[in-house]
Each structure stands twice: as C-alpha cells, then as structure tokens.
C-alpha cells in the first residue's frame, strides 16, 4: 500500500525525504555487514573487496593559464568566469599562459 504524498505539505515532503535517506544508509550498512561476513566465510579480506584508497583521483592536469591571484584554469572544460571577464575586458588568451 503506497502513501498519497501528493497531499503533503513541504515541511511534511522534507521531512518524510529525511526518514527516507536515513533508512536507506541504514538499509544499505546493514547489506554491507552482511556482504563482509559472507566475503569473510569464503576468506576474502575487507582490502580484497573494497577499491583502494590510495588511488590517485583523475585531475584535470596541471593548469595552464592563471591570473597571478589565485585563479588558474586547465584549459579543459568551460573557460572560468574570471578569465572570460578579462578576455571581454580587451585581454588575450595568452596574457594568461602559466
């Protein structure tokens, strides 16, 4: 049987969202202990089955244009505002090279 929640009002939506979100982390901790202890009956370790955490996170690389205040720019992806305010300033791309 499924609640009408089309009736609720926003305090009761938020707070139903929140009881939501708590059972599901409390849900999903409950289905990672039980994975850990069947992996440890068939002898694996935690460290066989979780990812490293040592492993480097990708990066956008080292940057190739900044303003000398802070604010650096890969060159990937959508140009940052600050740059793009001093190209329309008059400034060119280069003005920036690291």
Same mark, same amino acid.
Do not use: C
């Given at each position: 049987? =499924?609640? *009408?929640?089309?009736?609720? =009002?926003?305090?009761?939506?938020?707070?139903? /969202?929140?009881?939501?979100?708590?059972?599901?982390?409390?849900?999903?901790?409950?289905?990672?202990?039980?994975?850990?202890?069947?992996?440890?009956?068939?002898?694996?370790?935690? /460290?066989?089955?979780?990812? /490293?955490? @040592?492993?480097?996170?990708?990066?956008?690389?080292?940057?190739?244009?900044? *303003?000398?205040?802070?604010? @650096?720019?890969?060159?990937?992806?959508?140009?940052?505002?600050?740059?793009?305010?001093?190209? *329309?300033?008059?400034? /060119?791309?280069?003005?920036?090279?690291?």
């Amino acid at each position: 049987m =499924t609640p *009408d929640i089309k009736g609720l =009002t926003f305090e009761q939506l938020r707070t139903l /969202s929140r009881e939501v979100a708590s059972l599901i982390a409390q849900r999903r901790h409950e289905a990672l202990e039980r994975l850990r202890e069947e992996a440890s009956i068939l002898g694996f370790t935690p /460290s066989e089955l979780l990812p /490293s955490t @040592s492993a480097k996170k990708k990066t956008g690389g080292a940057p190739r244009y900044s *303003d000398g205040n802070g604010n @650096s720019w890969t060159g990937k992806g959508k140009r940052p505002g600050w740059l793009q305010e001093k190209l *329309d300033e008059g400034h /060119s791309l280069e003005d920036f090279s690291a």
